[in-house]
């Protein structure tokens, strides 16, 4: 059997294409010629058409012509099996499909051959749909099978989608007329025919607002950038569909509700949230933009003035979440946004003896509370902070907001019993004698000035006092701390009508009277 030459076989392809291009000639007219078209692959505009081709392929087919012709006597050549085995043929080249030299119906655009891939979308646009290509595209030479667009950008999408653009803030690409940016114009995975799904599309211009932080907002992790954005314009900064506030409680609805209920919403949370929390993605929980301490000292510079100062610090304000310790950031029915009224939030933590960095211990405030039915006034108040406490930090003992001394006993000085004075008439301890500063008199003795007014050994406030709570009237100790050790000194006051006595465990029996005075013997 003879073998075809490489003659011939160059031959008989170039026969074909001249047969194919006759067709497409004589396939503009006739029966069978929509048919024909519908089955062509359109190619690029402007490249070569039939003629052209056929042309510019006759020098090979004369080159083909003259090379010699190969004989039955001519040699095979060897074919090693094992390769020809391991190697798979390649698949056929598809026949070269022309473009179409005349006009073609619409319906007849998108075929198996031609344009294939146009409607192979889950969503197709209704002209593709239809095959109203001609909505969008208008022929411009049918020989060359060349089109142009109808308008361009919003122009001709405009058209038929009618967009309210009057809004204050336009989307760039829509002010652009640059809809195809974002929009797929034959169809895509949705109805909005975007170009890639969830955020990929806002990505290609945008940065990836995520930044490779760990917390993620929720509509950011699921690429709904249109839960919170708008497409193509919006009244509001950053495209928002609604003002910042509005928003964050469309989908946050049981902070929305608490925030009608509560009698103080604070300032941040009143006008935006995004004072303290990311809308996109952050390091901390919360979505907080910062720690909770720096977020607030932003705003309250006095709270870090006076954090810089202090020597004593309070735990909760430097154990996260810090502030949120004992403070609602967004709202709250008690004073200073606290969470609680002050005593029951100070006693959620003052419940049990507390060890300090010095050796020393609080005691169980709340046993002592409960132990003690008569409370000084700051706790009868609730209101630990109002004149006793400095609750965030300070220079004083005991995070007093004043000076108050520590010891048994201690020099008398004006300024070593501010914070008493706060309050109490500080002619308690400067007048030797009244009739009425005080009930602590003996006649007119004012006792109060024998205690305390004393060049070197005056006895403090607290070697009689308690100051939070105690069982007897005025606040009197049963015992107090006395001594390196810690003894607990005696007291032993007794109340009369008109006076008292006390036996304290140091000496014997001092009494007062305030009508009928007592002739003590040291005096």
């Not at 907080?288 to 954090?307: F, G, Q, R």
């Amino acid at each position: 059997m003879k073998r075809n030459t490489p003659g011939c076989v160059l031959f008989l392809s170039i026969l074909a294409v001249l047969i194919g291009c006759q067709a497409f000639g004589n396939g503009s007219s006739g029966a069978g010629g929509a048919t024909d078209a519908q089955n062509r692959v359109v190619l690029p505009p402007l490249g070569p058409t039939a003629a052209e081709n056929a042309e510019a392929d006759a020098p090979a087919i004369r080159a083909a012509s003259q090379q010699p012709t190969a004989t039955a006597h001519q040699s095979e050549p060897t074919v090693d099996n094992a390769s020809a085995t391991a190697q798979e043929p390649e698949p056929p080249l598809p026949p070269p499909v022309l473009r179409p030299t005349t006009s073609i119906p619409s319906e007849g655009c998108v075929t198996t051959a031609c344009h294939p891939g146009i409607k192979a979308m889950p969503v197709t646009h209704g002209p593709v749909d239809t095959d109203v290509c001609d909505a969008c595209h208008e022929e411009v030479d049918p020989s060359r099978h060349t089109f142009k667009m109808l308008n361009t950008g919003s122009e001709l999408c405009g058209s038929c989608h009618e967009l309210e653009l009057e809004e204050e803030h336009v989307h760039q690409p829509v002010a652009d007329d640059l809809c195809t940016e974002c929009h797929d114009p034959h169809g895509g995975q949705d109805r909005f025919m975007m170009r890639a799904a969830g955020a990929a599309t806002c990505l290609e211009c945008h940065d990836d607002v995520t930044e490779g932080m760990p917390m993620v907002h929720g509509p950011v992790a699921a690429g709904a950038c249109s839960a919170c954005h708008r497409s193509h314009s919006s009244n509001n900064p950053k495209l928002l569909t609604l003002p910042h506030r509005d928003l964050c409680l469309e989908c946050h609805v049981t902070l929305k509700n608490r925030l009608d209920a509560v009698r103080t919403v604070h300032g941040p949370v009143a006008v935006e949230c995004i004072a303290c929390h990311s809308p996109h993605a952050t390091e901390r929980k919360m979505m907080l933009k910062a720690p909770t301490a720096e977020l607030c000292v932003d705003c309250h510079s006095e709270i870090e003035d006076l954090l810089d100062e202090a020597t004593t610090e309070h735990d909760p304000v430097t154990t996260e979440p810090a502030c949120r310790n004992c403070h609602d950031p967004h709202g709250s029915d008690f004073p200073a946004m606290l969470l609680n009224d002050m005593v029951p939030l100070c006693l959620s933590c003052h419940d049990r003896e507390i060890e300090l960095a010095d050796g020393g211990k609080l005691a169980n405030m709340k046993a002592t509370l409960e132990a003690g039915p008569n409370h000084h006034g700051p706790i009868a108040q609730s209101n630990c902070a109002g004149g006793c406490h400095q609750v965030h930090g300070g220079t004083n003992f005991r995070l007093l907001v004043e000076e108050y001394p520590a010891e048994f006993y201690a020099p008398f000085g004006e300024g070593t019993y501010e914070l008493c004075f706060s309050c109490h008439d500080r002619q308690l301890v400067l007048e030797e004698r009244t009739d009425r500063l005080t009930n602590f008199r003996n006649g007119d003795h004012n006792q109060h000035y024998v205690h305390v007014n004393k060049a070197t050994k005056g006895r403090t406030c607290r070697a009689c006092h308690e100051t939070h709570a105690s069982n007897n009237p005025k606040h009197i100790r049963v015992a107090v701390p006395f001594g390196s050790a810690g003894w607990q000194l005696p007291i032993n006051f007794e109340k009369t009508e008109t006076g008292g006595l006390c036996s304290p465990g140091c000496h014997r029996p001092y009494g007062y009277d305030r009508d009928d005075p007592v002739r003590n013997l040291a005096e």
